[in-house]
């Protein structure tokens, strides 16, 4: 009985044993961890995430690396660019790490690794420009510091996927500075371009100026050459009544004679009576002119309402009553 206790013990004893090798030699490796072998304290292998196996009491689990991407917080730092302006920035840093094996054996404290490299590269960056060019190019500055830490740390199995400036602070007085000369610039380009407007309407101003005299210079020629052209017309008509008047003397026509006269005399008296004023004309004439004026009017008028044989009209108008009768005087013979 005795002997059986002690069989059941030992075999209590190896189940436990056994037991504690099994897990002693199971790992499970949590997601976005990496655990480092190592067998009699050398590196053997790389445990991925899951259940994974070594080799009890002899493997051991060095290093667990986080290989998620980590953010650094780069403290503020002053920073002299090449115009001798002094600035304070402070930026950030995203890492991860690819190599579990490269990050835990090749730095140590890599954290720290990490930040130092990256506050020198961003004095020595940001310092190689002017003031400026500091404050208008982040990018360039960021894509730069990005270029030159990445490839300070690839030894160490570390990629930096972005570096990103957070702030720059100039001193108050070169804030104050600035802001004066930024002023000062856009009052410069306001009257640069009110002055620019200025010219700009004078122009115009001027065009239209120009325009519009040449168009009454051109509206004055054309009334000149239609008046002109009009005076020509009437002159041609006159010089063609006269012509036929000529004419008509030449050939010993009486009738035209009388017309003529007629129409001058008759033209002169409107013109005297469609005059606006009150007045009086004072026109000396002999009897005989007017008495063969009239007869002259007469005879046109015989020729014009027709007549007999015997040389009297037809319809003759009577005669005004403030034109005398005038009696031819007597032959010899009557008498």
């Given at each position: 009985?005795?002997?059986?206790t002690?069989?059941?013990?030992?075999?209590i004893?190896?189940?436990v044993l056994?037991?504690?090798?099994?897990?002693?030699?199971i790992?499970?490796v949590p997601?976005?961890?990496?655990?480092?072998?190592?067998?009699f304290g050398?590196y053997t292998?790389?445990?991925t995430?899951?259940?994974?196996?070594?080799?009890p009491?002899?493997?051991?689990?060095?290093?667990?690396?986080?290989?998620?991407?980590?953010?650094?917080?780069?403290?503020?730092?002053?920073?002299?660019?090449?115009?001798?302006a002094?600035v304070?920035?402070?930026?950030?840093?995203?890492y991860?790490i690819?190599n579990p094996?490269s990050?835990?054996?090749q730095v140590?404290?890599?954290e720290m690794?990490v930040?130092?490299?990256?506050?020198?590269?961003?004095?020595s960056v940001?310092?190689s420009m002017?003031?400026?060019?500091l404050?208008?190019n982040?990018?360039?500055?960021?894509?730069?510091l990005?270029?030159v830490?990445d490839?300070?740390?690839e030894?160490w199995g570390?990629?930096?996927?972005r570096?990103?400036?957070?702030?720059?602070?100039?001193?108050?007085d070169?804030?104050?500075a600035?802001?004066?000369?930024?002023k000062a610039?856009?009052e410069?380009?306001?009257?640069?371009?009110?002055?620019e407007?200025?010219?700009a309407?004078?122009i115009?101003r001027?065009e239209g100026?120009?325009?519009?005299a040449?168009?009454e210079a051109?509206?004055?020629?054309?009334?000149a050459?239609?008046e002109?052209?009009?005076?020509?017309r009437?002159?041609?008509?006159?010089?063609n009544a006269?012509?036929?008047?000529?004419t008509?003397?030449?050939?010993?026509?009486?009738?035209?004679?009388?017309?003529?006269?007629?129409?001058k005399?008759?033209?002169a008296?409107?013109?005297?009576g469609?005059?606006t004023?009150?007045?009086?004309?004072?026109?000396?004439?002999e009897?005989s002119?007017?008495?063969?004026s009239?007869?002259?009017i007469?005879?046109i008028?015989?020729e014009?309402?027709?007549?007999d044989?015997?040389g009297?009209?037809?319809?003759?108008?009577?005669?005004?009553?403030s034109t005398?009768?005038?009696r031819?005087?007597?032959?010899?013979?009557e008498?």
């Amino acid at each position: 009985m005795a002997a059986l206790t002690g069989f059941s013990i030992t075999i209590i004893i190896l189940a436990v044993l056994i037991l504690l090798t099994l897990f002693a030699g199971i790992k499970t490796v949590p997601q976005g961890y990496g655990y480092t072998v190592e067998r009699f304290g050398r590196y053997t292998r790389t445990l991925t995430p899951g259940l994974n196996l070594i080799v009890p009491f002899i493997d051991r689990i060095g290093k667990r690396i986080n290989i998620m991407e980590q953010v650094l917080d780069v403290p503020e730092q002053e920073v002299i660019t090449r115009d001798n302006a002094s600035v304070e920035a402070d930026a950030v840093c995203f890492y991860q790490i690819l190599n579990p094996a490269s990050a835990a054996y090749q730095v140590a404290h890599l954290e720290m690794a990490v930040l130092n490299l990256t506050m020198t590269n961003i004095r020595s960056v940001m310092g190689s420009m002017d003031l400026d060019e500091l404050l208008s190019n982040r990018d360039s500055i960021n894509e730069r510091l990005l270029r030159v830490v990445d490839l300070a740390v690839e030894p160490w199995g570390v990629k930096v996927t972005r570096i990103e400036i957070k702030d720059i602070r100039p001193p108050a007085d070169l804030v104050e500075a600035m802001g004066r000369q930024m002023k000062a610039e856009r009052e410069k380009r306001a009257q640069i371009l009110d002055a620019e407007g200025h010219r700009a309407a004078q122009i115009l101003r001027a065009e239209g100026s120009k325009q519009s005299a040449i168009l009454e210079a051109e509206g004055e020629r054309e009334a000149a050459y239609r008046e002109a052209e009009a005076r020509e017309r009437l002159a041609e008509a006159e010089a063609n009544a006269t012509r036929s008047v000529s004419t008509a003397i030449a050939e010993g026509d009486v009738t035209a004679i009388n017309y003529f006269v007629a129409q001058k005399y008759t033209e002169a008296m409107a013109a005297i009576g469609t005059s606006t004023n009150s007045k009086i004309v004072l026109m000396p004439m002999e009897a005989s002119s007017l008495i063969g004026s009239l007869g002259g009017i007469g005879q046109i008028a015989k020729e014009v309402f027709g007549g007999d044989d015997d040389g009297r009209a037809a319809a003759t108008p009577p005669a005004p009553r403030s034109t005398p009768s005038v009696r031819p005087p007597r032959s010899s013979k009557e008498s």
